[in-house]
């Protein structure tokens, strides 16, 4: 066993943990590398703890001064950590959905937690990014860490876990999976491997489907901290700078359901409490693996654990009011379900021209007093809309005689989960008055609409399967 002086200086040094049971029948060796052994409970730790030290070095932090970042929440508690040992203030803005487990960590280090509607885009003044920069700009003695653009990021990786892959695998690593948030893991560590090995370790991005890196939409997802998302107003996306796209080799797209099923069964099979990212990242790995040889050694990287996501990915109430399944449980309630009382709602633009949305609404035999939900544009969308993309509802009738979309839109009511009981808390809070129609969620996805009457009533229509 290690010593260590303090705790900074355990940061780091995870190991690595064979898979066995949920790798059965797969050809190669599988090692997953837990990063919540680092103090911090993440991969994020060795990031901060190498930003800040940077920092102090080139004198950009000062004692006595302020470490602020913007956040999904892991580098700030890296950050928040370092700045309690050394005795820095630490301001955090983060967004107002990550995890709470997140958000209680943050403030039990004594860090001050800023949350921010991070549905917003990148340029707006009142953004996350926007907010954090502003804070940092106006207040004397404050540094602010700027993990997306900071080189120090992708250096902690290469200076520690490519190098500690590398020896724990006495060189017999093949190929490294890890998610892409910032950049920083995957650019570091996968150059690092690369290097080292002559060129021969294959690095593979682990995206979300919707994710930008590989080529998604960009829509909202799910899981926290893996992928790129983008405001659909936003009209310049800048990519990290800690992201060095020429060490990916490849790409596995992984859906939100897929990413939760397979951390679900790495703590039901092999008992490792994974978080959501972590999930992305085995369900790219296991797909990699299936066309792998016994030669070949996969390391994965885990970012987080389960226990920061006990109130979201493992707990079957989150899951049922988002559409999703989980494994073991039934896929809808038994009895009535939300389901069975919704219908597939078709969908036009916010910026489409009226004349064409009528047009085509009528060509598609949408009746003049049916719903029609009002989308943020969206090009080459992969699966149906996040509810983040939903602006409202209509109908054809309202859009004759408007002068744009826009104008026609009413709110929305609550989201529910496909096959959420109708007995549910969710369902039975809903009076009506929030909306008179609410969002249909399968599988986390808009994939139809329900009407407040129409749950009162005998079931109509069944939606169909999403298709992926
Ligand atoms: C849970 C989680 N997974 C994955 C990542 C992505 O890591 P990186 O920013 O090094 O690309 C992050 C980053 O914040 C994270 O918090």
Do not use: C
């Not at 996968?190 to 991005?205: A, H, P």
Request: proline share 6%; glycine share 12%.
């Amino acid at each position: 066993m290690a010593r260590y002086e303090s705790v900074l200086e355990s940061i780091g040094g995870t190991p690595l943990i064979r898979l066995t049971r949920v790798a059965e029948g797969l050809l190669p060796r599988i090692y997953v590398k837990p990063e919540w052994q680092n103090p911090g409970g993440s991969v994020k730790d060795r990031a901060a703890l190498a930003m800040l030290r940077r920092a102090e070095a080139d004198g950009s932090l000062r004692p006595g001064g302020t470490v602020v970042e913007v956040t999904s929440g892991n580098t700030g508690i890296g950050l928040a950590i370092a700045a309690a040992h050394l005795g820095y203030r630490a301001v955090i803005f983060t967004s107002s959905v990550i995890a709470q487990e997140k958000r209680d960590q943050l403030a039990a280090y004594g860090a001050e937690l800023r949350l921010v509607d991070a549905f917003v885009p990148r340029a707006h003044p009142d953004s996350l990014p926007s907010q954090g920069e502003r804070y940092a700009a106006e207040t004397p003695g404050a540094w602010l860490a700027q993990q997306y653009d900071n080189p120090a990021n992708p250096a902690a990786h290469y200076a520690s876990t490519g190098p500690e892959i590398w020896d724990d695998t006495d060189g017999a690593v093949t190929h490294f999976v890890a998610t892409v948030g910032t950049g920083g893991t995957i650019s570091g560590t996968g150059r690092y491997l690369k290097e080292v090995s002559g060129g021969r370790v294959r690095v593979i991005g682990a995206d979300p489907i919707t994710s930008k890196y590989s080529g998604g939409d960009g829509s909202q997802k799910y899981i926290e901290g893996a992928g790129h998302f983008v405001h659909p107003e936003t009209t310049l996306d800048e990519w990290p700078r800690a992201l060095d796209l020429d060490v990916i080799d490849d790409y596995v797209p992984v859906e939100d359901q897929r990413a939760i099923d397979a951390i679900r069964g790495l703590a039901r099979t092999e008992g490792i409490l994974a978080g959501g990212s972590s999930g992305v990242a085995l369900a790219a790995a296991f797909q990699i693996a299936g066309r792998l040889t016994a030669d070949d050694t996969v390391v994965v990287l885990l970012p987080d654990s389960g226990r920061t996501y006990l109130s979201t990915y493992y707990n079957d109430s989150w899951l049922a009011a988002g559409g999703f399944t989980a494994p073991g449980s039934p896929a809808r309630a038994e009895g009535p379900a939300v389901g069975d009382y919704a219908t597939a709602t078709p969908l036009v633009e916010r910026d489409e021209s009226v004349a064409e949305a009528v047009r085509r609404l009528a060509a598609d035999g949408v009746a003049d007093d049916d719903a029609v939900l009002v989308a943020h544009p969206r090009a080459g969308r992969v699966l149906a809309p996040h509810p983040s993309d939903i602006v409202g509802w209509t109908t054809p009738a309202r859009l004759r005689g408007a002068a744009a979309v826009a104008e026609t839109v009413r709110p929305v009511g609550p989201r529910l989960g496909i096959g959420l009981a109708l007995t549910d808390p969710a369902v039975t809070a809903w009076d009506g008055t929030e909306g008179a129609l609410a969002l249909v969620l399968d599988r986390g996805r808009v994939t139809g609409t329900v009407t407040w009457r129409a749950l009162h009533r005998e079931p109509v229509h069944a939606l169909p399967e999403q298709a992926v």
